[in-house]
């Protein structure tokens, strides 16, 4: 039967879309290492950011309140003057929001390709940007900018669908390292060493942790470990 039909359309396209896989698996096995000269240099023009950033302040921080919106705004407002010569925590939090929107947003229409669409791609390249700097920073000293950076990554990763059969577990994950950074911990219990401020990050931090394990356990069609006592 194939000796028969060795040209027809319907091979062809199975024969095209057989090598189109082989390229993007190609491709990913080649893009586990990013080499960038900072994470500065990854964002795109001013138009860009500002759009991308509000459609994150418009949609997902009305419920899951991972960032505190007066004080990114004012920091925001003097990022783009400030010279910086490493990689600071505004770099890394604006990267993961945008990692968050770019699928959703259309400030510009995307541009599709085998590996699905130029959205996707920098998604993809933000999210890995954001998990290189995670790595360089200290577990002894966990800052509240290094745990809402982990925060919308996972976020990021579940809106751009990248990692979609490992989602469960870097939630999972996740949610270990906020108990082992102490994070489900009430912050009244620290007193004076934790100030109103940090104590409501806090709190909010491990409220949308509590809501990103809720939503992966109903997904993967098991009890969610917040309820097991």
């Not at 027809?8 to 095209?16: F, G, I, N, Y």
């Not at 419920?63 to 770099?91: C, E, K, L």
């Not at 959205?119 to 360089?136: D, G, M, N, P, V």
Request: proline share 3%.
């Amino acid at each position: 039967m194939k000796s028969a039909y060795t040209d027809c359309t319907a091979r062809r396209l199975s024969q095209e879309i057989k090598a189109s896989e082989d390229r993007v698996k190609f491709e990913r096995g080649n893009r586990h290492v990013l080499t960038v000269r900072g994470l500065k240099s990854l964002l795109p023009d001013r138009f860009t950011v500002d759009n991308l950033s509000d459609l994150y302040f418009a949609t997902f921080e009305t419920t899951f309140r991972i960032i505190h919106v007066p004080s990114f705004r004012s920091a925001y407002d003097s990022y783009w003057d400030a010279q910086n010569s490493g990689d600071t925590d505004m770099d890394a939090i604006i990267l993961a929001i945008m990692a968050c929107t770019i699928c959703l947003s259309s400030h510009t229409s995307p541009r599709y390709n085998h590996r699905g669409s130029n959205f996707h791609s920098k998604a993809y390249t933000w999210i890995k940007a954001c998990e290189a700097w995670l790595k360089r920073q200290s577990n002894k000293h966990r800052s509240l900018a290094s745990i809402q950076v982990r925060c919308l990554r996972l976020l990021a990763c579940s809106t751009a669908n990248i990692k979609p059969k490992e989602y469960y577990q870097e939630v999972q994950a996740h949610t270990a390292f906020m108990r082992s950074a102490g994070m489900h911990i009430d912050p009244d219990v620290f007193g004076s060493r934790c100030t109103p401020f940090e104590g409501e990050i806090r709190r909010r931090l491990w409220a949308t942790t509590m809501e990103l394990e809720l939503q992966a356990s109903i997904d993967k069609g098991v009890s969610p470990n917040s309820s097991q006592r």
